[in-house]
């Protein structure tokens, strides 16, 4: 079993930055493939991005690539969602989850955590 506890959302205005943080714990933690996802109101589950167990491949959904950064501390059992130049349309709830291999697909995943509210002003 695998626990995550999102962190890090809140309110900025378009062309800021924010940095999610989801913490893991079980003792197999750090042995999972990560993946941030996002779902907005009346909306599917939409892939952001994500992180090989070990950190050495990242995947993006093309909507946040170049302005998105997905990145792990195994020691901290801690996976960082580094969020710049933010737009309206990036407002979310945003969920960080973990299976044994990266994917892109929200199907595909394990474990979620609750999820933290992201709002981008204009």
């Known amino acids: 079993q695998v626990q995550l506890v999102e962190s890090g959302g809140g309110l900025v205005q378009a062309g800021g930055s924010l940095r999610l943080s989801c913490a893991a714990s079980g003792r197999t933690a750090s042995s999972y493939a990560m993946g941030w996802f996002r779902q907005a109101p009346g909306k599917e589950h939409e892939f952001v991005a994500a992180?090989?167990?070990?950190?050495?491949?990242?995947y993006y959904a093309d909507s946040v690539k170049g302005r998105f950064t997905i990145s792990r501390d195994n020691a901290k059992n801690t996976v960082y969602l580094q969020m710049n130049s933010l737009k309206p349309e990036d407002t979310a709830v945003y969920y960080c989850a973990a299976r044994e291999w990266a994917a892109t697909s929200s199907s595909q995943y394990d474990y979620w955590g609750q999820g933290t509210q992201v709002t981008v002003s204009s």
């Open positions: 992180i090989s167990w070990s950190g050495g491949s990242t």
